[in-house]
């Protein structure tokens, strides 16, 4: 069911010569079971005297009384005029001019593999013809989707900006990692509050019966800003730049006259520092800097990127693994943290109440990532993407000029049908100490198209040499997968008989879709897997990594590091 939220009531809730704030209200009851979710929703808009824009914020809620429903997508949208805005900005290297709206449509466009990516064969400005158009190729992760926007040139001297400002993620699911939708084609903005993109089905919201639930989302800043010297965009991003700046430093609001959002003083926060012991890397307790360090509702380790209910707190380690997480609301939390360089997840178990105006300093904690034995060999780096892989250059009829020598070239459209015209006959061979996982690892393990429009599952070799082996010991396969679509990953050693069964595999696992919508992470996997030295000799020996069902193109895995250690030593 698609509901656009629709209200009954408006209210003026404030009413002065510095602020104006608007309620609009929609109360649910059990006439209206089965035609809308059974939510109370509150959308709120805010002006302020002197502020270039206006605020919006909602506020949702479910009584306990009320039936169960699932949530997958939810957020505010806002249309611009295709005849005025025709520049969208979404980051420092991520802006251009783009086509009309009515490009994608037949006969001007042509649909690809699915909807949302259509081919421009023949667009009203002749600049835009043969590239490919499709909302997830802008998609951006929720730690950096702060601003975005678009720029109308509206003569020949004067140009607007309209900007879309978020000045904290925490209302948003999923953690700073989750990779949401912003600015496209339309020309479009989003403020995506709660989505199931790139994570699937583990991220619908589930309410059940009994389960009451209110959750503040927002609020956002739509900001306007103009230059009349003349086109110039990076002025106008830069001055949308230092706009989100302030909102971040005003950040929690003091305005909004709702009581379900708490101002700083109604607010905790939580410190500490942050130290990583890896006794097979350096045997002490090792400061580390730009470790993610945030707090939300209590889980298993890991549980924040599948969480969806609550808030999340977030922040970063310094040079010497402090941190400090402020304008926390009251609640319980567990303390999560990753490390880029380690695998795994840290959580610390004890409960973190917060309550308003509270000040918890949790001191030192050690996160001891997962480890057996000394490394023997690795490929990539463990940092929960695939993007250090090689990532190939798209086909020329489906290319997206912006990406073109970018670093984020693996948002090309149709890099799946690469894999196949690089090994059309056999799969990834890669050989430790000699292959280069910049050049050698295709980024996506996916499956190959066959002649008659089917697909068939791919084997990939890692070769590797042994000095010694200790027959009786038990060695270990680090796996980390940076994302996963109808994937099963099974795992031989020097044996594919296809017909035995694997040493591992992970069952049917992943409903990401990250391959098809451009992205090159999506949930983080970590299997550690024993290998027992019986199965290893001196000499040459074959890891194969078989993804084995075949289901169509977008099937696959991206890893993002793995690893073979020893025996402890």
């Known amino acids: 069911m698609f509901e656009r939220l629709e209200t009954t009531n408006m209210r003026v809730i404030m009413e002065s010569e510095e602020q104006v704030e608007l309620s609009f ?3 649910w009851n059990l006439s209206l079971e089965g035609k809308l979710a059974p939510l109370n929703i509150d959308k709120r808009f805010i002006m302020l005297r002197g502020s270039s824009g206006f605020y919006t914020y909602a506020i949702y809620d479910h009584l306990k009384e009320w039936p169960a429903f699932d949530l997958d997508n939810t957020r505010v949208a806002f249309k611009l005029r295709k005849d005025k805005f025709n520049y969208m900005a979404i980051a420092d290297n991520r802006q251009r001019f783009m086509p009309l709206p009515d490009d994608r449509l037949p006969p001007r466009g042509q649909v690809l593999a699915y909807p949302e990516a259509v081919r421009l064969v023949n667009p009203v400005e002749p600049e835009f013809k043969g590239e490919v158009d499709d909302k997830y190729e802008y998609a951006c ?33 999923a953690g700073p990692l989750k990779q949401y939708l912003g600015s496209h084609l339309g020309p479009t903005m989003l403020s995506v509050f709660h989505s199931t993109h790139y994570s699937g089905a583990d991220l619908i919201m589930k309410f059940g019966e009994n ?45 909004p006259a709702s009581e379900d959002f708490l101002s700083s003083a109604q607010r905790g926060k939580f410190e500490g520092r942050l130290l990583v012991r890896d006794r097979y890397i350096r045997d002490a307790f090792v400061p580390v800097s730009g470790a993610y360090v945030g707090l939300a509702a209590p889980g298993d380790v890991g549980s924040w990127q599948r969480e969806y209910k ?14 400090s997480i402020i304008n926390v609301l009251p609640g319980d939390y567990n303390l999560y943290s990753w490390v880029n360089g380690f695998i795994g997840d840290y959580q610390c178990n004890n409960i973190i109440n917060i309550t308003s105006g509270s000040e918890i300093n949790v001191g030192e904690l050690v996160y001891e990532p997962p480890r057996h034995g000394p490394t023997l060999w690795e490929i990539g780096i463990p940092d929960r993407s695939a993007a250090e892989f090689y990532v ?45 996982y910049k050049k050698d690892w295709f980024f996506a393990q996916v499956t190959r198209k066959k002649d008659n429009n089917t697909y068939q599952g791919t084997t990939w070799r890692i070769n590797f040499n042994l000095d010694s082996v200790n027959t009786k010991g038990t060695y270990k396969l680090r796996l980390a997968l940076a994302s996963v679509h109808y994937a099963e990953l099974q795992i031989r050693i020097n044996n594919l008989d296809a017909t035995s069964p694997p040493l591992f595999s ?11 919508r451009h992205g090159i992470h999506g949930l983080y996997w970590l299997y550690n ?12 020996n074959t890891i194969f990594l078989t993804q084995a069902t075949k289901d ?13 250690e020893g025996p402890p030593t």
């Open 25 to 27: 209200t929609r109360t």
């Open 141 to 173: 992760e929720s730690r950096s989707n702060q601003v975005h926007g678009w720029i109308s040139i509206d003569s020949s001297s004067d140009s607007t900006g309209c900007w879309l400002i978020t000045p904290s993620y925490e209302f948003r699911s």
């Open 211 to 255: 389960e009451p639930w209110k959750k503040v989302f927002g609020p956002i800043f739509i900001y306007l800003n103009s230059n009349s010297d003349g086109f110039s965009p990076i002025k106008l991003w830069e001055d949308a730049k230092q706009q989100m700046v302030n909102e971040v430093e005003s950040w929690p609001y003091t305005f």
């Open 310 to 323: 609550g808030y999340q707190f977030w922040t970063i380690t310094d040079d010497k693994g402090y941190f």
């Open 392 to 436: 190939p250059d798209p086909n020329p009829l489906y290319v997206n000029r912006l990406y073109v020598n970018h670093s984020d070239r693996f948002r090309q459209y149709g890099l799946w049908e690469r894999y196949a015209d690089l090994y059309p006959n056999e799969d990834l061979v890669y050989t430790v100490g000699i292959s280069d």
């Open 506 to 516: 992970t069952g049917v696992i992943g409903k990401e879709n990250t391959i098809a």
């Open 529 to 540: 897997i024993d290998v027992q030295g019986s199965l290893l000799v001196k000499g040459n």
């Open 552 to 564: 169509g193109p977008f099937v696959g895995i991206l890893y993002d590091y793995i690893r073979l």
